[in-house]
């Protein structure tokens, strides 16, 4: 059981331009604290490079548990330089290291686009948001190369399906299940978001599911973003996702069928801005309590 820097308002978007953004030996100490027993890399160097970030985790028991990074697959021509990024990636796990066999997995997504992330949520019910067959099979090519450069350094990569990418809704997310051999990273949150059912998800996907990011959102501020057709953005300021078993997600179904099915890290998540009351820690620490008390 994994957490990540987003719970507690540490992403991409956040680190080094907002304000009241924890430092990174803050999370580890919360994550640590908490009793989770891995954490997610956030932005490369947040939590620390090299040595470095080794010695932070081991001080701590806690064992890195993957790394999100964006690709923009179906541009080829900018391929290159991105895959020397996701090196960059590959060189921090190396450093900080495996336990208990557990390889952290490089968490691949899609780098979106404008359009894609002005009307999130809505490609469910328009396909014409998607993708067109040659840029499907550009996308599916530079995936490939993604993959490949994660397995030429025995990292086995995860594919993140993402609110205001081109990979958002389920009829998306089946076809790079179709056209590549990247394995899945379930993020329940965002499926929820993207109009899919994670449950069903879990039962029809479970074979390619290799990374399971947990998260709960709430149905009427998706329902409101997608109906005024509000910018991404609009999700975490709407505080969209919220602590398990707030929202709508059904978790025992998902523990359930994890259970049955998945063997790995569970990256528990609750993407929100940066606040400085505490609120984040509170949550992460409630969301813990709550997985022990069903067997997790």
Request: glycine share 12%; with cysteine.
């Amino acid at each position: 059981m994994a957490n990540a820097p987003v719970s507690y308002g540490a992403f991409e978007l956040t680190v080094g331009i907002l304000p009241d953004v924890p430092d990174g030996d803050a999370v580890l100490d919360e994550v640590a604290g908490a009793g989770y027993a891995g954490i997610d890399l956030g932005p490369i160097g947040y939590l620390g490079d090299g040595d470095e970030l080794a010695s932070s985790l081991r001080r701590r028991k806690l064992a890195l548990s993957g790394g999100f990074f964006e690709l923009p697959f179906s541009d080829l021509t900018r391929m290159p330089a991105a895959l020397r990024g996701l090196g960059s990636l590959l060189d921090v796990f190396d450093a900080a290291g495996a336990s208990n066999g557990l390889r952290a997995k490089p968490t691949l997504a899609d780098i979106g686009s404008d359009l894609r992330r002005s009307r999130p949520g809505q490609a469910a019910n328009d396909p014409s948001l998607g993708f067109d067959h040659d840029t499907w099979k550009r996308f599916a090519e530079g995936v490939e190369m993604a993959v490949e450069c994660c397995r030429a350094r025995r990292y086995e990569p995860t594919f993140h399906h993402e609110t205001g990418t081109h990979i958002e809704a389920p009829w998306e997310i089946e076809k790079v299940l179709e056209l590549t051999s990247i394995g899945l990273c379930l993020d329940t949150g965002h499926l929820l978001l993207g109009g899919g059912d994670p449950v069903r998800a879990m039962r029809e996907w479970g074979q390619r599911i290799n990374h399971l990011h947990l998260k709960d959102a709430r149905r009427s501020v998706v329902d409101g973003i997608v109906r005024e057709a509000a910018p991404v953005a609009e999700i975490w300021r709407r505080q969209a996702f919220c602590r398990l078993g707030d929202g709508d997600l059904d978790v025992d179904a998902v523990l359930d069928a994890v259970r049955k099915s998945y063997a790995g890290w569970i990256v528990v998540e609750q993407d929100v801005l940066p606040d400085p009351d505490g609120r984040a820690a509170a949550d992460q620490r409630a969301n813990r309590e709550y997985l022990a008390a069903r067997g997790f």
